[in-house]
C-alpha cells in the first residue's frame, strides 16, 4: 500500500504589480518517488491556461527552509521570518512565489513520517523501476 501526501498551499505570485496575487497550488509526495516532491499550479493560475507540475528535490525544499539553496530550474530560500520563497526558472520566464513556511514545515514533516529522511533508498524497487524501462524499450 501507497499512501500519498498532497497538501493544498497558498502561493503569492510575485510580480510588478504592487500587491501581490494569491494563486492556489498543491504540495505532493509519493514514497514511490521518495527522493522528490511535486507542485502544482492549476490551469486557472498559468499563463498558459493549462496545469503546470514542478519536481524537485525533497532535500532542495527543505534546505530552502534554512538558507538560500538551488542552482538550476528550482531555487528556494527563507523570506523572512513566515515566508519561503521558490523560484521556477523555465525558458519562457521565471516565476517566483511565496509560501507560509509553516506550510511547507508540516508538508515536509508528513512525508517524513511516511519515508523518514535518510531512508529513501529503501523505498526504490529497482526491480520493478528496470522492468518498465525494458517495457519501454521495446
Known amino acids: 500500500?501507497?499512501?500519498?501526501?498532497?497538501?493544498?498551499?497558498?502561493?503569492?505570485?510575485?510580480?510588478?504589480?504592487?500587491?501581490?496575487?494569491?494563486?492556489?497550488?498543491?504540495?505532493?509526495?509519493?514514497p514511490r518517488d521518495p527522493f522528490a516532491v511535486h507542485m502544482t499550479f492549476p490551469a486557472q493560475?498559468?499563463?498558459?491556461?493549462?496545469e503546470v507540475c514542478w519536481t524537485f528535490a525533497r532535500e532542495l525544499l527543505a534546505a530552502g527552509l534554512v538558507g538560500a539553496?538551488?542552482?538550476?530550474?528550482?531555487?528556494?530560500r527563507p523570506y523572512g521570518f513566515e515566508r519561503t520563497e521558490l523560484e521556477f526558472h523555465a525558458p519562457e520566464g521565471t516565476a517566483v512565489v511565496h509560501l507560509h513556511a509553516g506550510d511547507v514545515r508540516r508538508f515536509l514533516d508528513a512525508t517524513g513520517t511516511l519515508v523518514p529522511v535518510g531512508r529513501e533508498h529503501l523505498m526504490i524497487d529497482l526491480d520493478r523501476d528496470l522492468a518498465e524501462l525494458m517495457r519501454d524499450a521495446c
Open 1 to 30: 500500500m501507497s499512501t500519498v501526501i498532497e497538501q493544498p498551499v497558498e502561493a503569492r505570485l510575485i510580480s510588478a504589480a504592487p500587491r501581490m496575487r494569491r494563486i492556489p497550488a498543491a504540495l505532493h509526495y509519493d
Open 45 to 50: 493560475a498559468t499563463l498558459e491556461g493549462v
Open 69 to 76: 539553496e538551488g542552482h538550476g530550474d528550482v531555487r528556494v
